[in-house]
């Protein structure tokens, strides 16, 4: 498994932007599917996005389709969400995972990532 530690959620206003880091100091993540995935109080953890490891293709639940967008920095090793227009919806604990399954097929489930990172708070003030 891959220790993995997010950063960056914070309380920002609706339509407000935040930024999420993930990143590993004993693994190479270019050697990973990323992803992030979201839990909100009282409701099961579900997908936000993954990108495979060329950095090359990312899929985003519709939710969030057209406002956040996921990058990696493999010379970093690091991984971003890049969070936009967010909405009081999107308040939830948001966790990196980590997959050493192949590209393809796109799979969204969590139990296809096998690290995840403690977590980090999103909160969305309307």
């Known amino acids: 498994q891959v220790q993995l530690v997010e950063s960056g959620g914070g309380l920002v206003q609706a339509g407000g932007s935040l930024r999420l880091s993930c990143g590993a100091s004993?693994?190479?993540?270019?050697?990973?599917?990323m992803a992030w995935f979201r839990q909100a109080p009282g409701k099961e953890r579900e997908f936000v996005s993954r990108i495979r490891r060329s950095g090359s293709l990312t899929y985003y639940t519709d939710s969030v389709q057209g406002r956040f967008t996921m990058s990696r920095d493999n010379s970093t090793n690091t991984v971003y969400l890049q969070m936009n227009n967010l909405k009081p919806e999107d308040t939830a604990v948001y966790y990196c995972?980590?997959?050493?399954?192949?590209?393809?097929?796109?799979?969204?489930?969590?139990?296809?990532?096998?690290?995840w990172g403690q977590g980090t708070q999103v909160t969305v003030s309307s």
């Open positions: 995972a980590a997959s050493d399954g192949p590209d393809y097929p796109i799979v969204t489930t969590r139990a296809a990532f096998g690290s």
């Open positions: 004993r693994a190479n993540l270019s050697r990973y599917v």
